[in-house]
């Protein structure tokens, strides 16, 4: 027999343990705001060992291998599908390119030109993926948005178009949902990391010394709604055994709302009247009706275990189909959003 315990908490902690190195953090405990910030900053920044933009060909092996030894590129991966191409390291580098899955080159997640190719940012493993050439290319200096109407779509679904995303009103590209926590804690990574810089670049996703509002608000929805995987962490492992330095919000995915606030991604809990379990079921009841309702379950290593849409409804049932174990539910639309750690056993 299976049944529910259920945990209300304000934001997932995941679980799993890196290797972070004994007391590598020590100096940011017990702190908030921006002064975890700076704490983070002069942890991350302290004894880097840069490397040079050609170098990061050699880095890639190891930072960026999926167990069947290809190249894990967010921008043609389909996590738990079968992808629509994959690259081999070495003979798929760029090189010239005229469609997509002719090679893989290196992806400036903030676009180089927003800080005019400068070093270290320029080739900081933490930033710059390997990503298909053409993909890569139609996104351009583009930020990371939600789309409303699309321009492009790539074959694994991510998307270039108007943005749908409060606060900005131009072009954006936007990744497949699997990759969106990614791409938030990058961000978050960067930052802090760079803290001291940022005022002087270009680029509609900072502000002054940190994330304009809008971004924010959109990457603090994107972290939540897609948690810290086990490719991050092995990536977060991988990039320090090389840079010296980590990315403090995939071991510590807490300290993103410690930080910013949860002002886009509060849990709204006058949305969910109750949840409860039956043999075979998790059972949802809403206060109200509603409609574009997404819900996504995810194991605690971060697998998506259940994805469907609602509309029109105010309740929800999930089937039991999995195993025993430590999940996160996460329902949300444009006006809300519920996120539940569950333990079926």
Known sequence: ?????????????????????????????????????????????????????????DAYPRTDKKSNGKVWDIYSDIPNGTPPYEFTFITDQCGNYSGEG?????????????????????????????????????RSNYPYGKVGNASWT???????????????????????????????RIYFY?????????????????????????AKNLFLQWHQLDPVSSKERKRNDSVYVIQHNRNPFVDHPEWVNDIWGPTATINNYDFVAYLYTTNDAINVNFVNTFDNLTIKLFSIQGQLIY???????????????????????????????????IVIE
Not at 17 to 44: C, T
Not at 108 to 128: G, I
Not at 158 to 182: C, M, N, Q, R
Not at 190 to 214: C, E, H, P, V
């Open 1 to 57: 027999m299976k049944y529910l315990l259920v945990t209300f908490f304000s934001f997932i902690t995941i679980l799993v343990f890196s290797q972070i190195p004994n007391g590598y953090y020590d100096n940011a405990e017990g702190k908030y705001g921006q002064e975890l910030r700076v704490a983070l900053y002069n942890i991350i920044k302290t004894n880097v060992t840069s490397i040079s933009y050609s170098e990061l060909w």
């Open 190 to 214: 960067m930052s802090t990391r760079y803290m001291d810089k940022i005022a002087n670049w270009d680029g509609a996703s900072f502000q002054n010394s940190d994330l304009s509002s809008w």
């Open 307 to 341: 994805d469907a849409a609602l509309n029109n409804s105010n309740n929800l049932i999930i089937p039991i189909t999995f195993n025993q174990g430590v999940y996160i539910l996460t329902i949300y639309n444009d006006q809300n959003i519920y996120t539940e750690k």
């Open 102 to 138: 002719d090679c893989y080159n290196r992806e400036h997640t903030v676009p180089a030109s927003w800080f005019n190719d400068a070093s270290p940012m320029y080739s900081d493993l933490f930033h710059v993926l390997p990503t298909d050439g053409y993909v890569n290319n139609r």
């Open 154 to 184: 790539s074959l694994n679904g991510s998307k270039l178009g108007s943005s749908a995303t409060s606060g900005y009103s131009g072009t954006v590209f936007e990744p497949i949902d699997s990759f969106k926590g990614d791409i938030a």
